[in-house]
């Protein structure tokens, strides 16, 4: 199994990893059972994603793409954020092992999540 | 710490291999000089191979790996004698190889029976005895396991199974060179030369005199016709060096890993809470430690230790090629999600006690940082 440097240092020097107390959005995916649990915290002004942390249990590519999830989203727009892909995490991964695609690349998902968690809470 | 997944040659059995390459190239049917001096090399390394085991030069039937002498010894011998029955009865936790064989004689016809183990990984020899009936051709139950270390009881599976006059198979892989084995009992047995210290890309079938297995690989008739193709004499040459040096070293080495072991399971389990041993505490391989962590898995875990330079393997999903925990740890009734956290060292040779100390002082640091990041953590271990 050959992981590239970025998901190595990601998985070594995770960002943003943590929970924030009062969270604005909260999303979270996965399983145990499977091996991967991921939950993003997120912080909102002005409609931009202010602040977010995450928690991940899982293989080494599960906390690489949760961090890099979480760097994309920082500044972002919720819309914006909204429009991040695994795809794209992946990408900004210089990629991830085939088999790892599916089951460890779920933290757009939590993502979105977060961000819909939030939009529920405000109508 | 990943002995299990690969071993380097010994020096003093790649000295013994050497000249074979170049110098002794013959081909042991040959009748000249050289093809003499290939068939010389390749009759005592059976001889040192059956010695280990306490079985006769001629019961040794050389192979390219374990994997191909676990196809031989189901498959050969039940497709051999078919005469029996239709029955075959496998343990739970046998070798990936040998389980894949017991698909296959299901797909040809034959029922499949598996014997399960309890909590710590032992076959249970009731269930087993319950499982063999008149018409079960064959049982194989391993002789010890190698990723949670657990040593079976094999030769009783095999008083079992000639009860009901079925042949029994024992995988030794993972026990040969680890522990004394002793064919009496048992019809085959399946060796690795790389469990031996020797090269990979050769094995061994232990085939009790007087019976016989259906060929996989026809040709030339080498190797009492069992297994024909020029034999890899280096390679050969190589195991039988290695189970030379296994007979003479394995009672030192042996006690010299145990302690090892013991206080590499004791200095981790108790320094760090909510971790547990998988296997039995004394049924157990000198060389393997198999150690589970709560809340969080195993891959991320061998990543992290990689960097320290500890190399270890994990009975989690994420490592396997089938994004399933290891059947072994399921079939002791272990949940998913504690298969996940698993994780085995198996010691060899080089590994000494500092070593140990180095592993159980980098633990709690490398699982702590992993328990902090997890979302399962309860807060008091956080």
């Known amino acids: ?123 | 710490m990943d002995h299990g997944a690969g071993k380097p040659v010994d020096p003093r059995v790649l000295e013994a291999m050497t000249p074979y390459f170049t110098e002794y190239y013959g081909n042991p049917a040959s009748f000249h000089g050289e093809g003499f001096d290939a068939l010389k090399a390749v009759n005592q390394a059976r001889q040192q191979v059956a010695s280990l085991i306490g079985a006769e030069a001629g019961e040794i039937v050389f192979t390219s790996s374990a994997t191909e002498a676990n196809n031989l010894g189901i498959g050969g011998a039940t497709r051999r004698y078919t005469k029996k029955g239709n029955r075959i009865v496998l343990s739970a936790i046998e070798h990936i190889s040998s389980l894949n064989v017991g698909k296959e004689l299901y797909r040809e016809g034959f029922e499949i029976k598996y014997a399960p183990v309890d909590a710590e990984g032992v076959v249970e020899l009731g269930e087993l005895e319950s499982l063999v009936n008149d018409k079960t051709v064959l049982v194989s139950v391993m002789a010890a396991n190698g990723e949670i270390g657990t040593i079976q009881p094999f030769e009783e599976a095999a008083e079992i199974a000639h009860r009901s006059d079925a042949l029994f198979h024992t995988d030794a892989t993972a026990a040969a060179g680890q522990i004394g084995l002793e064919t009496k009992s048992v019809d085959f047995m399946t060796l690795s030369s790389n469990d031996l210290y020797g090269p990979k890309g050769v094995g061994a079938l232990y085939v009790k005199k007087g019976l016989r297995v259906k060929p996989q690989i026809l040709g030339g008739g080498q190797e009492r016709g069992i297994r024909s193709g020029s034999e890899n004499v280096p390679g050969i040459v190589g195991m039988g060096a290695a189970a030379g040096l296994a007979s003479a070293e394995m009672d030192a080495e042996g006690k010299r890993l145990t302690i090892l072991r013991d206080k590499l399971i004791k200095g981790v389990t108790e320094s760090i809470k909510e971790s547990y041993l998988n296997g039995h505490p004394t049924l157990r391989l000198p060389n393997n430690a198999n150690i589970r962590f709560s809340y969080i898995e195993g891959e991320a875990l061998i990543l992290s230790l990689d960097q320290l330079g500890i190399k270890v393997s994990s009975g989690s999903a994420c490592t396997a090629k089938t994004l399933e925990p290891s059947h072994v740890l399921r079939a002791m009734g272990l949940k998913h999600e504690e298969a996940h956290g698993s994780l085995v060292y198996t010691l060899g040779k080089v590994n000494n006690e500092e070593h140990i100390e180095y592993v159980i002082q980098q633990m709690p640091e490398v699982v702590g940082r992993l328990r902090a990041m997890s979302p399962l953590t309860p807060e008091e271990l956080r």
């Open chain 1, 1 to 123: 199994m050959m992981y590239s440097e970025k998901v190595l240092d990601h998985f070594r020097n995770p960002r943003n990893v943590g929970e924030i107390e009062d969270a604005d959005g909260v999303g979270s995916v996965g399983n145990p059972v499977c091996g991967d649990v991921m939950s993003i915290y997120i912080k909102v002004k002005d409609d931009k994603i202010e602040d977010i942390k995450f928690k991940t249990f899982g293989c080494g590519a599960a906390i690489a793409t949760t961090s890099m999830t979480t760097e994309l989203a920082k500044g972002k727009t919720l819309d914006e954020a909204m429009t991040i892909t695994r795809q794209d995490v992946a990408d900004e991964l210089g990629g991830l092992p085939p088999v790892k695609m599916h089951c460890s690349n779920l933290a757009a998902d939590a993502l979105h999540e977060a961000i819909e968690n939030y939009r529920g809470k405000k109508k």
